[in-house]
Structure formats: C-alpha cells, structure tokens
C-alpha cells in the first residue's frame, strides 16, 4: 500500500524557517517523481517544488525560488521542502504528491498526480 505522510506544519513568523517532510512507503522513490504543492483558502492548489533523479532534477515555482528547497534521501524514502524567509502569503495547506516516472513539468505544472498525502498546514504570522 503507498503512503505519503507530511510532517513539519506549524504556525512560524514572518521572516522565519520550517522544514516539511514528506515520507513515503510502498514505493521506490528513485522511479517517482516527489513534488509539493500548496493551497491556501480560496485558492487553486498549485504546484511549488518538485524533484526527480537525473540531469537536471529540480523545478521550483518563481513564487519561491530563492527561498524554499528541495531535496530527496532516498535510503530513508522521504523528501523535503526547506522553507526560508517565509511570508504571508506562504500560509496554506501543504501537500506532497508522487508521479510514476522522471515528469517534473507533468506532475508541477499540470498537476498529474498519482498519489497524494493527506497535507499539513503552515500559517505564517506576519
């Protein structure tokens, strides 16, 4: 059975730090493609970071490039999304998603999903 389970949502301050972790069983990671997203209220969900294996294996978001990382451990099945200089309008409900395959572009920006975890919240305090 796979799971994606988050982790790491909390209430941080403007200007502050979090780290989300998403782990995952029930599938190898280096054949899957990890990605987050986010969706505050009254939003779309929409696709922030993801990462894969290979050349070039990382798509960010303009939103948070420059501030959010991302980066895969594959021995321990979980990826992670460094969060840095949050604000405001970072507060949302944060999601990780798992694409079979090398399809950044597939799973960020058209969203093709075949596994979702079940979310956490981040709220930025400003």
């Known amino acids: 059975q796979v799971q994606l389970v988050e982790s790491g949502g909390g209430l941080v301050q403007a200007g502050g730090s979090r780290r989300l972790s998403c782990t995952v069983t029930?599938?190898?990671?280096?054949?899957?493609?990890i990605g987050w997203f986010r969706q505050a209220p009254g939003k779309e969900r929409e696709g922030i970071s993801c990462?894969?294996?290979?050349?070039?294996?990382?798509w960010n978001a303009d939103s948070v490039k420059g501030r959010f990382t991302i980066s895969r451990d594959d021995a321990e099945n979980t990826v992670h999304l460094q969060m840095n200089n949050l604000r405001p309008e970072d507060t949302a409900e944060y999601y990780c998603?798992?694409?079979?395959?090398?399809?950044?572009?597939?799973?960020?920006?058209?969203?093709?999903?075949?596994?979702w975890g079940q979310g956490t919240q981040v709220t930025v305090s400003g």
């Open positions: 998603a798992a694409l079979k395959g090398r399809l950044l572009m597939r799973l960020c920006v058209l969203g093709e999903v075949d596994y």
């Open positions: 029930g599938l190898n990671l280096e054949s899957w493609t």
């Open positions: 990462i894969t294996t290979g050349a070039n294996p990382i």
